[in-house]
C-alpha cells in the first residue's frame, strides 16, 4: 500500500461517518480496531463499531474538516476540525489523528484533542420552528 492509498483509506473513513455511512466506515476498520481518544477510555473491537454505530441511529451527528493529512508508510497523520451534534447541543473542536493501517485498514485511531476546546465549543441550537 502506497502512503497515498494510506491517506485515501482514512480520508474515505472520515467522510463516510460524516455522510453517516457507517457500513463503509466500519469496513475501512479491522475487525480488531483499537480507538484511543484523549482522556476517555480506550475501545477495542465490538466496543469501539458499537460507538460508531450511533451515527447510524442516534441523536449523534458528526462532520470533519480536515485542516492537513499525510502518511509516512502505514501511519497517517490528520490534523482536522471534528463536528459533534448531540441532539440540541452542538461542538466544533481542533483534533489531532494517528492512524495505523493493517492491510489496508485501519487497525488503531487514536485522536488527542483538548477537553477545555471541546467544551469550550458548546453550543446549543434553537429547535426547529414550528411555524409555518
Request: aromatic residues 8%.
Amino acid at each position: 500500500m502506497t502512503e497515498s492509498d494510506a491517506t485515501e483509506v482514512v480520508r474515505a473513513f472520515l467522510n463516510a461517518l460524516a455522510v453517516d455511512d457507517v457500513a463503509t466506515a466500519l469496513s475501512l476498520t479491522t475487525q480488531d480496531l483499537k480507538w484511543l481518544n484523549s482522556r476517555l477510555p480506550t475501545l477495542r473491537g465490538r466496543a469501539a463499531s458499537g460507538v460508531l454505530k450511533l451515527l447510524d441511529r442516534g441523536p449523534v451527528g458528526f462532520d470533519v474538516e480536515i485542516l492537513a493529512i499525510s502518511a509516512d508508510g502505514n501511519v497517517v497523520q490528520t490534523d482536522r476540525v471534528d463536528y459533534l451534534t448531540m441532539g440540541r447541543l452542538s461542538t466544533g473542536f481542533p483534533v489531532q489523528g494517528t492512524f495505523t493501517l493493517r492491510d489496508g485498514k485501519i487497525a488503531r485511531w487514536d485522536d488527542h484533542f483538548s477537553v477545555r476546546e471541546f467544551v469550550g465549543g458548546l453550543t446549543f441550537r434553537a429547535p426547529p420552528s414550528k411555524r409555518a
